[in-house]
């Protein structure tokens, strides 16, 4: 269990923050840029000192400000790799590697050098110094440095932002593997909605300084402060899939999302394995009968839970579309009327294919 | 080529430089760290003093430290006692006079260079389990050396003309204290010494230029081994 209770009083806002998630896991911190989300990474880390602050990984406590407690910086064995990856420019990668390595005490070690190397892809890196790396490389060996300080926790503060969207894509699934294959707990950063849909078991969205909410992604990924943060174009609920089937020769698999499932093409698909994905919610259809002769090839059945108008003419549909799952479909309100949409009323929702292109993601390991 | 004299007087230039910019390089940077990262009230006072060198008449500093250090001053009496030191007429003398008046040169590089450390590599550092002095003397250090090696440099260049802090405290004394500068002095003080003043200024100019030659090589050096 990771438990952390911030205060801290800033010139511009006051954090304030509480947050309890079982461990290991990932936790994405989501916010837009100044809302304190690197004001409470670096709390955690000691690297500020917070008005009140209590945070303890498991059983150790860092730092209980009530019982005087506070374990300086370089004790907590926390892996913090930073939005500029700081590389000691002055070293080779692998003298970088080793730097955290050789001062973590003896003894507990979980992840030793060969195996941080070949996770993170860095064996023909280990002889450059960093002016010779790429951002995306930079970030990798960060990662790998901060790994082998054999950390009890990760926080990891934005790593991505400062790297263009190729380089992106070549170090995301670095920390997937990350994610899936130590157990280590991460904090991660990001004001990157895709990032956290790819990494995190359990979100908190800030705002100002506080929690607007938090829990895991299916929840937050409907709820209105997140909304706020992404916009109404980027809405929409995600939820947990499996593959059931896959024809290789079209690359179009059958994903079984709530009680139904969907054919979406998805080249890389394993079956068996589990997906989240995300419907946007401009993207859905709404029918009040299976429709015949329309290109859309997904239709689930379900049930209205929820109808939620919003100040533009339209309005969110909340569906349930079997064991728990929850899609949001926006339709303009005049659709809703003239479909007399209500609550508890049956309805169909149609969903294109192309539209899960990109919004479907290999999900954590439960 | 060299007459026995003029040899001494480069050998003593150059020890005595030598052994200033070694007595002096530690208490260098602890000053520039003091000065940069120091949260001491008095940092304006000493960066001041540390300065005042640079911009008071070299014979006032000599005659600062004939008073401290002379047999007779407090400083001087002590040393003379206790462990039989003798500043005055010495070449150790003519060595610290040159690290009094070389001083600012060296702490100004050396501040300039720790002013560019990025501070946030020492947290990085101390995330990974360095305490303070393992910092510095892993990351801080390291980082500063382009700095240290160019004010190294620049005061060993510089301390080799030393000329009137020297002659003031410990006066002019052959194969002692007469250095390069004093003895270009002395022979244009003596009759038909014309052709050996000329040399000797040749023989200044050649090491000047070297040691700026040389700061630079290295400089260039560092900066590729930073990725600079």
Known sequence: MLRIAIRKRR????????????????IALFGRSGCGKTTLVNCIAGLLQADRAFVAIDDFVLEDTDANVRVPVEQRR????????RLFPHMSVMANLRYGERRARTGKRFVDFDQVVT??????????????????????VALGRALLSQPRLMLLDEPLAALDAPRREEVLPYLERLRDELAIPMVYVSHQFEEVLRLATHVVVMERGAIATQGPIETVSRHAALRAIVGDEAMGAVLNGVIVSRDSSTGLAAVQIGAGTIQAHLPEAVPGAHVRVQ????????ATHPVEGVSVRNMLAGT??????????????????????????????????????????????LVKAVSIQGHAFRAPAA | MLSPAELDAVRLSLSIAARSVIVSLPLAIVVAWLLVRGRLRGRVLLDAIVHLPLVLPPVVVGYVLLLLFGVRGPIGQWLD????????????????????????????????SLESVDPGLEDAARTLGAGAWDRFFSITLPLMVPGILAGVVTAFAAGLGEFGAVI???????????TLPLALYTALQTPGGEALAARLASISFALGLCGLLIAEFLARRMRRMLGR
């Open chain 1, 78 to 85: 926390i892996g913090y790799v930073f939005q500029d990856a």
């Open chain 1, 279 to 286: 419907l946007l919610a401009r993207d859905l259809i709404l």
């Open chain 1, 11 to 26: 010139a511009d806002f006051q954090l304030d923050a509480m947050i309890e998630v079982p461990t290991p896991g990932t």
């Open chain 1, 304 to 349: 209205i839970v929820r109808i939620e108008p919003e100040d533009r003419g339209t309005e969110l549909v909340e569906v349930d579309i079997g064991n728990g799952a929850l899609a949001v479909a926006r339709l303009t309100c005049a659709a809703s009327v003239a479909l007399g949409l209500h609550v508890q009323m049956p309805i169909w929702v």
């Open chain 2, 81 to 112: 006692q206790a462990f039989g030191i003798r500043l005055v007429f010495t070449s150790s003398g003519a060595a610290l006079a040159t690290a009094v008046m070389t001083f600012p040169l060296m702490v100004r590089a050396i501040r300039l």
């Open chain 2, 168 to 178: 003031t405290f410990v006066s002019n004394v052959p194969g002692e204290t007469r």
């Open chain 1, 119 to 140: 996770l993170l892809g860095l064996r023909d890196l280990l002889h450059r110094r960093p002016h010779e790396l790429s951002g995306g490389e930079r970030q990798r």
